[in-house]
């Protein structure tokens, strides 16, 4: 598969980058996708929930009325769950949300998501971006060029570019990130893949 490089104002630039079968010409594994979007969505968790148990609950033990003779149900502690302020029953307590998933398996749902978004004409090819200063218009304008204003975009980077990534942050649906940072659930996220020229190489196409 062959795509046309554009340049940073939208233009071919008479450049082509073949991709590399094995990763953007696979038929998508959608099981896989979905253990790596499962397992990235766990590890965002905190796990810091917490309640309290009728051990834990402050209050009284004394009981509240004799077990027999009033008619009403026994009561036998002002801390039960069926009172207000009382104890909760099985709450969720503090736990630890993630799992491990194979890397064999991580690396097909990231390069069946990356075939899924060829396959969609959801990837573009641009030449690297250099910025001078880290304005956000000079990045507006960009994304400008490439239709990608408003919509939700992943530009990909080889690597970490402090102009960029700078005038990118107040952008509205618009994130950066790096060639070896990119994960299934963002590509899958996204609507358009913006990838720079040399972070192709980053995860293993051919020129």
């Known amino acids: 598969m062959k795509l046309d490089v ?14 590399d079968e094995t990763i953007f010409g696979l038929e998508p594994n959608e099981h896989a996708m979905y253990l790596a979007v ?6 965002q968790r905190q796990g ?7 051990s834990q609950v402050s209050g ?23 009172f207000y302020g009382g104890a909760r029953v099985f709450g969720p307590h503090p736990r630890d949300y993630s799992f491990k998933l194979n890397t064999k398996i991580k ?30 218009s000079g990045f507006q304008n ?17 690597e970490f570019d402090n102009n960029v990534a700078r005038a990118s942050r107040n952008i509205e649906r618009a994130k950066v990130t790096r060639a070896s940072d990119l994960n299934t659930y ?20 051919t020129k």
């Open 186 to 205: 963002e590509i899958l996220q996204c609507r358009k893949l913006v990838m720079c020229e040399s972070a192709i190489t980053k995860i293993g196409a």
């Open 142 to 158: 960009i994304l400008k060029s490439l239709n990608a204003v408003g919509t939700k975009t992943l530009v990909v980077l080889p």
């Open 38 to 43: 499962k397992q990235y969505l766990a590890n």
């Open 60 to 82: 009284s033990t004394r009981k509240l009325h004799k077990q027999k003779g009033t008619g009403g149900a026994r009561k036998g502690s002002i801390k039960a769950p069926h």
């Open 6 to 19: 554009l340049s940073i104002s939208g233009q071919k630039t008479g450049r082509t980058v073949e991709l």
């Open 48 to 54: 810091t929930h917490s309640t309290l148990e009728k």
């Open 107 to 136: 690396d097909l749902a990231r390069r069946s998501a990356l075939s899924a978004k060829a396959k969609t004409e959801g990837l573009t090819i641009i030449e690297d971006i250099k910025l001078n200063d880290h304005k956000t």
